[in-house]
Every structure is written in structure tokens, then in C-alpha cells.
Nanobody, 120 residues
Framework: QVQLVESGGGLVQPGGSLRLSCSVS????????MGWYRQAPGKEHEFVAK???????NYANSVKGRFTISRDNAKNTVYLQMNSLKLEDTAVYYC??????????????WGQGTQVTVSS
């Protein structure tokens, strides 16, 4: 019933920008942390950024200063603004949300993934 829907991926040249979004659909009690992870071909799943319900953010060193994570609690949506994109940013980006269901059970949800390709 509850799912994450991602959008915003695409093809961009080095130095360009993209904005990813991820919305939680379905009925929930509360969303705690939300974040973004990515996986490039042949590489491990890696953390990119996260944001708490109170707005506290954390970033991987590789994206610090270039990416900005934000959230709109009224829309149950998290965003990832990606600027100054590099070739090594090419990956499938996955949205993650830790939610408390109406039953008060904790659930760890993942989006379907959106492809970001940085190429000249």
C-alpha cells in the first residue's frame, strides 16, 4: 500500500544539474529519516545523503558541496538537487524512507530507482 515513487533522472553533461524527487504514497503515521543511495555498474551500493524529520542533513564526502537534500513534509516528498555533476556520479539513484505505519510498525521503504547518466 505504501510505496516510494522517484522521478527526475536523465542524461546530463558534466557540470550540469538534475533534481531528483521521491514521494511517499499511501497512508502512514509518520516519516522519520529520508535519504538517497546510489549504485554504479560493478560497484557497491553507497550512501549519498539523508535528512531527518527535523531537517538535520548528512552527506557523503564525494557529494558534499555539490548536492543538497531537502524535504517537504506536507507533500511527503524528499528532493536531491545535484549540481556540478561529474562522470563518477553516473549511477542508479534510490530513494529510502523510514516510516512508522498506522499500525505503529516501522518499515524501511525503497524506491524503484532512477537512472542518472553524466556523459559528454
Amino acid at each position: 500500500q505504501v510505496q516510494l515513487v522517484e522521478s527526475g533522472g536523465g542524461l546530463v553533461q558534466p557540470g550540469g544539474s538534475l533534481r531528483l524527487s521521491c514521494s511517499v504514497s499511501g497512508s502512514i503515521f509518520r516519516i522519520t529519516d529520508m535519504g538517497w543511495y546510489r549504485q554504479a555498474p560493478g560497484k557497491e551500493h553507497e550512501f549519498v545523503a539523508k535528512i531527518s524529520s527535523g531537517g538535520t542533513t548528512n552527506y557523503a564526502n564525494s557529494v558534499k558541496g555539490r548536492f543538497t537534500i531537502s524535504r517537504d513534509n506536507a507533500k511527503n516528498t524528499v528532493y536531491l538537487q545535484m549540481n556540478s555533476l561529474k562522470l563518477e556520479d553516473t549511477a542508479v539513484y534510490y530513494c529510502n524512507a523510514e516510516v512508522l505505519a498506522l499500525s505503529r510498525e516501522f518499515k524501511d521503504l525503497w524506491g524503484q530507482g532512477t537512472q542518472v547518466t553524466v556523459s559528454s
